[in-house]
């Protein structure tokens, strides 16, 4: 008996760079901040220095949030699994339950000086459930991106069935944004050791 014919996307290591690097990069700073020598000459510099170190804590959760729902999909002919490894949680999806499917246009933009910055420029498929929930996928958090986006736009067809083709392309747009920002969380990081 053959194995199942199956389309693994497993999360991605943009993503999860991307995470990592974003929780060790806001965690240095408010390390740093709080450990500083500030000068404090009134209510309001203190009132102003804990409102910047629970941006950055918070900016440093947002990062573990995006880490912990790294997502993991697996579509076979008769099925659709997505699961959170870190979450320890599966979520199966019957077909039926699948009401509309559609693809967009996936933007991650950043902003410097008053202009905006193109981190990220791919795709998004948006399954609509009937119970009105929505499931979005990314090709920025999965590998194999296109061949499942390709075969989850026919699910809601009668005549559906996996069709998988060799992706020989790789895609390595937002690698670059990537090493910029392990540089300086680690030039940041050597920085708060030296001290």
């Known amino acids: 008996m053959s194995e199942k014919i199956k389309i693994i996307a ?3 290591l943009l993503q999860i760079g991307f995470s990592l690097s974003g929780i060790l990069f806001f965690s240095s ?6 450990n500083s020598e500030w000068i404090i000459e009134g209510i309001a510099d203190s009132i102003m220095m804990w409102i910047l170190l629970v941006l950055f804590a918070t900016f440093t959760l947002v990062c573990l949030f995006m880490l912990l729902k790294s997502k993991k999909v697996i579509l076979t002919n008769e099925a659709l699994t997505i699961s959170y490894p870190l979450l320890f949680y599966i979520k199966n999806i019957d077909f039926s339950d699948v009401r509309k499917v559609k693809e967009d246009d996936y933007n991650v933009k950043s902003s410097h000086n008053f202009s905006t ?13 009937f119970e009105s929930k929505k499931i979005v996928i990314t090709s920025f958090e999965v590998t194999n991106y296109k061949n499942l986006a390709k075969n989850l736009r026919n699910i809601t067809k009668s005549y559906y069935k996996l069709n998988i083709e060799e992706d020989s392309l790789k895609n390595t747009q937002g690698y670059g944004w990537l090493i910029f920002m392990l540089i300086l969380t680690f030039g940041l990081i050597v920085s708060i050791i030296r001290e």
């Open 29 to 34: 700073i408010t390390f740093y901040m709080y």
């Open 10 to 12: 497993n999360p991605s």
């Open 117 to 129: 910055i193109e981190v990220y420029n791919g795709k998004k498929i948006t399954l609509e459930l």
